[in-house]
């Protein structure tokens, strides 16, 4: 069964560094979407990507993140400059039909010292 | 704007019992429902939707929910838990115009017991 994957699945990084969390969707999927878990938190939408764009965001998804598909395949989330609170799991998620389920990824946990 | 109450944070059922996660919301227009669980170091598993048709919806590994429009609620069910049940359960809803991102609730932790 086809499934989204996302690497690494763990990160640690210091506060102000970039980084950048990939995702492959499901191969004929359209509807892309990043969504943050802060531990022991709801899981919250940060941007839905949709035809090469944002289609939604979410107050979260700030000037300091950024989502591209570079390729294919990959679909990332790119935060500029850590802070502390973007300590978190983030789970990619895609979706055949924008009206649909979404398929969620097994989550990259981001630890920012 | 669109809410989801989850208003258990653990449910403990001993295996062979019939379980029940507890789920409401609040949404503009009719609503679609959603419930997905997350098993340790996983990502969210999709479980069983309710877009529209009968109030009882059948999803994966025997589990069930019931849509009730006057309570507004999405209870998730299964007849008989069992131990590899136990994860964390999460409820999430979207309503048919504007914006088409879900909201989850908090999660329900199950626990189910030998």
């Known amino acids: 069964e086809p499934e989204v994957t996302q690497t690494p699945s763990h990160q640690v990084t210091q506060m102000g560094q970039e980084v950048i969390l990939r995702c492959v969707p499901i191969?004929?999927?359209?509807?892309f979407y990043w969504y943050r878990q802060i531990l022991g938190q709801k899981v919250e939408f940060l941007v839905s990507?949709?035809?090469?764009?944002?289609?939604?965001k979410s107050e979260i998804f700030d000037d300091q993140f950024s989502v591209e598909r570079p390729d294919g395949s990959n679909f990332t989330l790119k935060i500029r400059s850590t802070k502390l609170e973007d300590s978190a799991m983030y789970f990619c998620?895609?979706?055949?039909?924008?009206?649909?389920?979404?398929?969620f990824g097994p989550g990259t946990r981001l630890l920012v010292l | 704007a669109q809410s989801v109450a989850q208003p258990e944070d653990q449910v403990n059922v001993a295996e062979g019992n019939p379980l029940t996660v507890k789920c409401t919301y609040s949404v503009s227009g009719n609503p679609y429902l959603f419930w997905y669980v997350q098993y340790p170091n996983r990502g969210l598993q999709f479980l069983l939707k309710?877009?529209?048709?009968?109030?009882l919806v059948k999803g994966s590994y025997g589990f069930e929910a019931e849509f009730n429009k006057s309570q507004t609620s999405f209870h998730l069910k299964k007849p008989s838990a069992l131990v590899s049940d136990s994860a964390l359960y999460f409820c999430a809803v979207r309503g048919t115009g504007g914006s088409y991102i879900p909201t989850f609730g908090r999660g329900t932790s199950l626990i189910v017991h030998p």
């Open positions: 990507f949709y035809n090469n764009e944002i289609s939604e």
């Open positions: 191969s004929n999927h359209l509807y």
């Open positions: 309710y877009i529209t048709g009968d109030n």
């Open positions: 998620a895609s979706g055949g039909d924008s009206q649909e389920t979404q398929y």
